[in-house]
């Protein structure tokens, strides 16, 4: 693994650092409806500047970023204090997916909105009884004419109540082994059989919601990949959520504990050994973390695909995460109990990272398996 940039990337990386300095995101306003605004309002100042979508190819309207670049994007965007893009499940998940599995009449009619934000998506895989078993799904999609008829429940689906597209996966042959019976859709969720009910969080905020879908059309040609192969298709979809969210995630990691430092020293805690030695023990961690994310993207470079060690990443930075919100709670007081704080917040919306994008015991058992080629349970 090498660390040093090569003269484009560092050309790469002024050129970015360059257009940050000149377009700043602005104060994170508060409020779910204005905070998904100003999100989508910075990616569509991204997008004007050309850097919406760094790691799509330029026939695709991005920049062809190699690796490396993509990740110095996300190292500089944290850097900047700039949000994740409005249309990040767009952008990382449903894009990649289009590109490889997608025909041309769906590349070029639903790319081009992804970039510019004008076109939101959600993602719905999970359902009450399918979250970890995702194969276990029971939303059904029954052929009817020249497209097709679902029902079902999905849940935890964030940021449904922007998204005009959903990525859908739902049993299209009850009678096929589990992991065989599936397809993957692109459902418009501007119609009356899709029913969106907000899910409001231990936080105040709702990022997520029920789906009921009752009846809903889906025409044949917005069929991914092809009936019954729903479920390949969902791997690449959730190999580009692990994989493109890491480097973004580590990042937001170092801002908050950036942070948690500035906090401590205000309160002259940083003399303490107690405090000190609990941010020396979390600023380890966090570099560990994001050494861990570069040796991850050299597996890529030499391998072509990403490999088990997302999985390590998103482990590991869950629970440097919340380790982080708890101590900042120690170190601020009464402040982290305070409604409507940003300690509080933290605290409270770091409970959801061991669950979300895989669960800490779903990832150790990948971790058990994968990397360190532990016998498997069944
Ligand atoms: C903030 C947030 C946003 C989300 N956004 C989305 C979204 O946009 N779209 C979407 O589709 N989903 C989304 N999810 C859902 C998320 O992917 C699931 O919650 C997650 O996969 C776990 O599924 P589950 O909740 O059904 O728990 P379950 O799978 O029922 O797990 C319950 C418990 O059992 C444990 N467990 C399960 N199986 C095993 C096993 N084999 N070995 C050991 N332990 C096991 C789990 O670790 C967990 O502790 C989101 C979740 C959160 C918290």
Redesign the pocket.
């Known amino acids: 693994m090498d660390l040093t940039f090569s003269p484009e990337e560092l050309a790469f990386r002024d050129e970015l650092r360059a257009w940050l300095a000149d377009n700043e995101p602005g104060a994170e306003p508060s409020g779910d409806d204005a905070n998904f605004n100003w999100r989508r309002d910075w990616q569509r100042r991204l997008h004007a500047g050309g850097w919406a979508g760094v790691h799509w190819p330029v026939e695709y309207g991005g920049r062809d970023a190699t690796l490396t670049q993509s990740a110095i994007f996300f190292e500089e965007l944290g850097r900047a204090g700039a949000p994740l893009p409005a249309n990040v499940?767009g952008l990382l998940l449903a894009g990649p997916t289009l590109m490889v599995h997608g025909t041309d009449e769906q590349r070029e009619r639903l790319l081009p909105p992804i970039l510019s934000a004008e076109e939101i998506w959600?993602?719905?895989?999970?359902?009450?009884?399918?979250?970890?078993?995702?194969a276990a799904l029971r939303t059904r999609a029954v052929h009817d004419g020249d497209g097709w008829l679902v029902t079902g429940q999905?849940?935890?689906?964030?940021?449904?109540q922007h998204a005009k597209w959903c990525m859908l996966v739902a049993r299209t042959d009850p009678d096929a082994p589990k992991h065989k019976g599936l397809s993957y859709f692109v459902l418009d969720m501007e119609q009356d059989e899709v029913q969106i009910r907000p899910l409001r969080?231990i936080t105040g905020e709702a990022?997520?919601n029920e789906l009921f879908l009752e009846g809903a059309r889906i025409p044949d040609d917005r069929v991914v990949g092809g009936v019954g192969n729903g479920w390949k298709v969902a791997m690449t979809t959730l190999m580009n959520e692990r994989s493109g969210l890491g480097f973004f995630l580590q990042v937001a990691l170092r801002q908050r504990l950036d942070l948690l430092l500035a906090e401590a020293g205000r309160r002259g805690l940083l003399d303490d050994p107690l405090y000190a030695d609990k941010l020396a023990a979390l600023h380890v961690k966090t570099e560990i973390i994001r050494l861990t994310a570069y040796r991850g993207l050299s597996a890529i470079e030499r391998y072509g695909e990403p490999g088990p060690e997302g999985s390590l990443i998103k482990w590991m930075w869950s629970e440097t995460n919340q380790e982080v919100s708890q101590l900042a709670a120690d170190v601020v007081g009464p402040e982290a109990l305070t409604a409507g704080t940003r300690w509080s917040y933290e605290l409270m919306?770091a409970r959801?990272?061991?669950?979300?994008?895989?669960?800490?015991?779903?990832l150790?058992?990948i971790v058990a398996e994968r990397v360190l080629g532990l016998p498997k349970?069944r």
Do not use: H
């Open positions: 499940l959600c993602q719905g895989f999970s359902e009450p009884e399918a979250g970890s078993d995702l999905k849940v935890w689906t964030s940021a449904a969080q990022e997520f919306r959801g990272n061991s669950i979300e994008g895989g669960t800490t015991e779903i150790k058992n349970l």
